[in-house]
């Protein structure tokens, strides 16, 4: 029987992907805050993200591996990225917990969906607005 193309075709894209995102980011001189590209070529998570074509694969096992990591949702790899309390070494934890969930093949980590941060901007404000609409 063939290898299933489909899953195990993605982890491999997926991990080659989150190499190329943690060499990117390696040192902290090549990090930044507040913007994905700074002028002199330093880049956020999600500008190292974008870097090497990886939002579809990879936005998910990030996400996941800062709740593991940290303990927290921040909704969007950006926030995390930018809160006053993430540091370099922060980062690169998570980077190494998203590459280690891939490896392990956590399913959820290798899906080719739109990334969870899509949903997470619009989806608080609904639920207090069905909230307040079931409320009254």
Known sequence: MPLDDTGFGRRI????????????????????????????????????????????????????????????????????????????????TVLHQARANIVGGAEECVVAAAPASTASWWSAPLKRLTGRLGAH
Do not use: M
């Open 13 to 92: 894209e997926a991990l080659d992907k989150i190499d190329r995102v943690i060499d990117l980011l390696a040192t902290e001189d090549r990090w930044c805050k507040q913007q994905l590209v700074s002028p002199d070529g330093r880049r956020c998570i999600l500008g190292a993200v974008q870097a090497v074509d990886g939002v579809k694969l990879l936005a998910y096992p990030i996400q996941l591996a800062i709740r593991q990591v940290t303990g927290r949702e921040y909704g969007r790899i950006e926030r995390f990225n930018d809160d006053r309390s993430t540091t370099h070494a922060l980062v690169i």
